[in-house]
């Protein structure tokens, strides 16, 4: 045993001494009996538990390990206490193991403690320690990356992190010469690290498990806007996937995984679309000269989509305009650009159908079949074959437990001679006819061969895609169908029956995805930048007028706007109508001034948060509004020739009121829809300009009033 003395205030700071120690075995004792004067302000500063987690970092192996060794601590004329205790609790060890690990070419077998500590200002994040002897050397390894979280959060809500430390023979011959580090290569070191992840994710798997779900909520969501890119799973669940996955990843390096994976499944994507499309010789030169202006890799992927989507749009389109002449039916030309007929999505991949023309959703069902008979061979007499028929295995909605049956029926574009009762010219008829055959087969033959039952149906949905002509809107009142929420979209659950129906307008659906599309396309095709966006398919429907917002600010905003403009109106026309004299039209005039000004603050409010497809309603508004400014003010500051002034400004002013509402309502009112959309812009000057130049000459005041115009 040898003592010695180290002294700060000496030249020679440490001296061996001669006499024993005071103390028995191995230790140290330090006196501070005269403290450097510039350290009384730091001393004074510690506290005791700073002191203690000090002690817990310098001697962490031998607590990690347990082997304890007596400290004892005394805090000014406080007792001296023995803290070992005090890290009984701190360090908890919960595992220890051995792993073979190679190192020279040889196997060497290695050891490892794993130990739970509550966070600290010291023990932030989960970390792996190597140890040689009797000592942590090195720097800490970071665990938080592999197992996703910084810390783990126990059942009383307290945070905790865990430390492991490896050690084994094999490191101490490696230990530098000032042996502070061990000499392991960079490899070496991250399959340690790798290793000892797996060990603490398999004793932590409820906290993983945790961090698991978490990572497919956020993933489930984020796919709700980008719903293409579930085709990157490749047939898995979404569990299975991100189990799979790093625990660290967000909803975007799923994203930017899934979109790769999406992009690699569809491997030649441009002669897809033009299978799909099947049109314009230079279709694929377009959509790739289009490309070629964005970034490769994920952003092509999602780029080449969105073309794709733009042009089937358009194909169809010109498939309702195809002439009487043409060798197939329209509603054939529809079928076949929508899914492939005579076929199923065991042989068709995403790509090669456009099931979003009428849902999304449909394209993630787990079978779809077009034009074909149930038996699956060719059509038979007294067959029913249903257009698209799809097959659901699971109900999102309800309590029920069972399975969906969805078939949808194209009807020619413009077809008007449907009559009521007759089962050839009756499409409700048809639709009824035809799932009661297909729930009554119990199931349908695959392309493949197989075959595909559909156990306990409970639930049974057809639509019809066709214009509700007037033929088709009698035949659907007959048949007892409302439209009480949307003018065009008529639906009717058969309780008898046990099936919703429900007639689509295949050119309100089309205007709908063209707008989707367009925004969507707008910012990706001209910024070099990706963001996602979303996309505008939430809608609330309102008097047969859609609102494209189910945000109840969004709402609000706009029951004020609307109740203004009905105030608006009303006071505008009473005040046209009334004795231009002190009394009822200048009270009413003031009304329509006030209740303009809130329309036009209120429309701005709208405006700016879909500035793309409403700033045209702010320009009006703010005409509007200036034109209605101008004239009161004439007649308050009694301008020369304020009369006729007055007049042409509130004229004005009521007329692009009108103009605005018509431009942003006129398709989904009766009579104004069947207008093209120019007619909203036109009729409403067509008509008050007129008026208001016959009042000039006539209002009585003008008469006699010089100046402007006069």
Not at 17 to 27: C, L, V
Not at 621 to 641: H, K, M, N, P
Request: aromatic share 10%; with cysteine; charged share 25%.
């Amino acid at each position: 045993m040898r003592a010695f003395r180290f002294d700060v205030t000496q030249e020679q700071e440490l001296t061996f001494r001669q006499t024993e120690p005071t103390f028995t075995g191995p230790g140290l004792c330090v006196d501070y009996d005269q403290p450097l004067t510039s350290w009384y302000e730091l001393i004074r500063q510690i506290q005791p538990a700073d002191v203690l987690d000090q002690i817990g970092s310098h001697f962490l192996p031998y607590f990690l390990y347990r082997w304890l060794p007596k400290i004892t601590i005394q805090f000014d004329d406080s007792p001296p206490e023995n803290i070992t205790a005090h890290f009984k609790g701190v360090f908890v060890q919960y595992d220890t193991g051995n792993f073979p690990c190679e190192l020279d070419g040889s196997e060497e077998v290695l050891s490892y403690s794993l130990t739970r500590i509550t966070k600290s200002r010291l023990f932030k994040s989960h970390c792996l320690l190597f140890s040689a002897a009797d000592r942590i050397v090195g720097s800490p390894r970071d665990l938080a990356t592999k197992l996703g979280e910084p810390h783990f959060v126990d059942e009383k809500g307290e945070k905790y992190v865990v430390i492991a430390v490896v050690r084994g023979e094999a490191f101490e011959g490696r230990l530098n010469d000032a042996r502070t580090s061990i000499d392991l290569p960079t490899k070496v070191a991250e399959n340690i690290v790798s290793t000892i992840s797996d060990v603490v994710q398999s004793k932590e798997r409820g906290q993983i498990e945790k961090i698991k779900s978490d990572q497919s909520a956020e993933l489930g969501d984020a796919l709700k806007e980008n719903p293409i890119l579930r085709l990157g799973l490749r047939g898995r669940t979404l569990s299975d996937y991100v189990a799979a996955k790093p625990n660290h990843w967000r909803a975007e390096e799923f994203i930017s995984d899934l979109a790769i994976e999406r992009y690699r499944a569809t491997n030649d994507l441009t002669k897809q679309i033009v299978a799909a499309a099947s049109n314009r010789e230079d279709y694929e030169k377009k959509v790739k000269e289009l490309v070629s202006k964005l970034d490769q890799g994920k952003k092509e992927a999602l780029a080449e989509y969105i073309i794709h989507r733009k042009n089937i749009i358009s194909l169809v389109e010109s498939a309702q305009r195809y002439g009487e002449d043409a060798t197939r039916a329209p509603e054939e030309d529809i079928h076949e650009l929508v899914f492939r007929r005579f076929s199923d999505n065991v042989e068709m991949s995403y790509f090669e159908h456009n099931l979003w023309l009428i849902d999304d959703a449909l394209a993630f069902l787990p079978y779809v079949s077009s034009d074909r008979a149930m038996h699956g061979k060719g059509r038979k007499a007294g067959d029913k074959v249903t257009d698209l028929l799809f097959y659901d295995d699971s109900l999102v909605l309800g309590d029920e437990e069972g399975t969906t049956l969805t078939i949808v029926e194209f009807k020619k574009p413009s077809r008007d001679d449907y009559s009521f009762g007759k089962t050839k010219s009756d499409p409700v008829l048809q639709v009824i006819e035809t799932l009661e055959k297909a729930t009554a087969a119990g199931g349908i033959t695959r392309t493949d061969g197989s075959h595909m039952s559909f156990p306990k149906v409970v639930r049974r949905f057809a639509f019809i895609v066709a214009d509700v002509t007037p033929t088709l809107s009698k035949l659907l009142k007959q048949h007892d169908f409302k439209n009480d929420w949307n003018p065009r979209i008529y639906v009717r659950y058969r309780t008898t029956n046990g099936f919703l129906s429900k007639p689509l307008v295949m050119r309100r659906s089309l205007r709908w995805r063209r707008s989707a599309t367009k925004r969507f396309s707008q910012y990706f095709l001209t910024n070099n930048a990706w963001t996602p966006c979303r996309m505008p398919h939430e809608t609330t429907i309102v008097l047969g007028i859609e609102i494209p917002s189910t945000d109840p600010a969004f709402l609000t905003t706009v029951a004020f706007h609307v109740l203004a403009g009905l105030v608006c109106v009303a006071a505008g026309v009473i005040a046209m109508l009334s004795e231009k004299r002190p009394g009822r039209h200048p009270s009413f005039g003031a009304i329509y001034y006030w209740s303009l000004a809130a329309v036009f603050a209120s429309a701005t409010a709208l405006a700016v948060v879909r500035w793309a497809e409403d700033y045209h309603l702010f320009i009006l508004g703010a005409l509007s509004f200036g034109a209605a400014f101008l004239g009161r003010t004439a007649r308050q500051q009694r301008w020369r020739g304020w009369v006729r002034l007055h007049i042409i400004c509130m004229g004005a002013s009521y007329i692009l009121l009108l103009t605005a509402f018509y431009v942003d309502n006129g398709k989904s009112l009766p009579f104004w829809r069947e207008l093209p959309s120019m007619a909203y812009w036109l009729v409403p000057g067509a008509i008050g300009i007129p008026l208001v130049i016959r009042a000039l000459p006539r209002h009585p005041l003008a008469q006699h009033s010089p100046g402007f115009l006069s």
